[in-house]
């Protein structure tokens, strides 16, 4: 049985060494290129500028590698979940979310995730698969709102720099001229703070960077999440002081406040410490509850009261719009029931 292999999500020096490797002409590659990201075609058939020879050569061992949502749920609030598979009964979700002017997409990079934080739906899945990078950008590609969209976050299932291979790739292609030519100013990456790939992560893209911290505090993090055993927040906050985030790119804090678990004095007096002397913002994020565990959010005025104190004290915070409520707000919920239903069906 012959192996297709994607052709999305491939760079342009991958591009250049496969049609080399076939015995194509060296400026096929740009030509392949332009069909994948700039037309955003779906077959190789419609290469037209490619000699029949070199589009059956192709054929022969690749595809586009494009697939449209195999479900959608609309929220009242316009924000629209997308359901894609990726393989025989595994699926992974991006969200739609436009806001005036602008249109993001909340984008995963795994199926499941091995970080298991305790209040996150999708770490609760455990670990299946790094999505490949065909399968990163065809929730782009294949977004029925492609065209309307402004921003892109890597916030959604899995974490991105466990799968930093693939998820460079992707960013080669979003950001250069050959590819969609989006300025990294338009891209942001979520972490727990894996510190060899963030380092990676920093040097090699220019995309914005956002950590998620949650607690400041090194026992109680590792207790809600275990990446914490392996890299210490503030061994990740000393990492990044040794990288200026004051001009276009931006480094934020991303704090989930839970209800008598973090949202007290203490927390924004050891917030303020932990990151004094970093240029940064802090996103303070409502909690979207999920089965099975006992965590419930902040009122909005306890997180108010949180934000003021660190604004007031040089730490720079809003608190970010909840979004999607009605629609298996918080990630990881959509595709879990998916699964759950199809093991019920088998």
């Known amino acids: 049985m012959i192996t297709t292999y994607s052709l999305l999500g491939m760079t342009l020096p991958a591009l250049d060494t496969l049609v080399r490797s076939l015995g194509m002409p060296s400026y096929t590659a740009k030509q392949i290129a332009s069909w994948l990201y700039v037309k955003k075609i779906t077959t190789i ?21 494009a697939s449209a949502p195999v479900e959608a ?4 609030d316009g924000t629209v979940k997308y359901l894609y598979q990726v393989r025989e009964k595994q699926f992974v979700e ?46 782009i590609q294949s977004l029925p709102e492609r065209d309307k969209l402004t921003n892109i976050v890597m916030m959604g299932m899995g974490e991105p720099l466990d799968n930093i291979d693939e998820v460079l790739n992707v960013l080669d292609v979003l950001t250069s001229s050959y590819g969609y030519s989006w300025s990294p100013k338009r891209i942001t990456l979520s972490t727990v703070g894996l510190r060899n790939s963030l380092k990676r992560f920093v040097e090699e893209s220019n995309c914005h960077l956002a950590v998620s911290l949650h607690f400041p505090f090194s026992s109680q993090r590792s207790q809600f999440m275990p990446a914490e055993k392996a890299y210490s927040i503030t061994e990740i906050v000393d990492l990044l002081k040794k ?7 931006r480094l934020s804090f991303e704090y989930i406040v839970f209800k008598k678990v973090n949202d007290s004095l203490i927390y924004s007096k050891e917030l303020v410490k932990l990151l004094r002397g970093i240029d940064c913002h802090v996103n303070l994020i409502r909690y979207h509850s999920i089965p099975g565990v006992d965590l419930v959010g902040a009122n909005m005025e306890t997180m108010t009261l949180f934000r003021d104190y660190l604004t007031s004290h040089g730490l720079f915070s809003t608190i970010r719009a909840s979004r999607g409520e009605d629609i298996f707000a918080a990630c990881g919920m959509l595709s879990t029931t998916r699964r759950n239903e199809i093991k019920k069906e088998t």
């Open 243 to 249: 990288y200026d985030f004051s001009k276009q790119r």
């Open 45 to 65: 058939d419609e290469m037209s500028n490619l000699s029949l020879k070199s589009r059956e050569l192709l054929k022969q061992r690749f595809d586009v590698g």
């Open 94 to 139: 991006a969200v739609y979310i436009p806001e005036d002017d602008r249109a993001t997409l909340c984008v995963s990079s795994q199926v499941g995730c091995k970080m298991n934080c305790k209040f996150c739906m999708t770490g609760k899945q455990g670990f299946s698969a790094n999505l490949t990078a065909a399968q990163i950008l065809n929730q």
């Open 73 to 76: 749920i609309r929220s009242v």
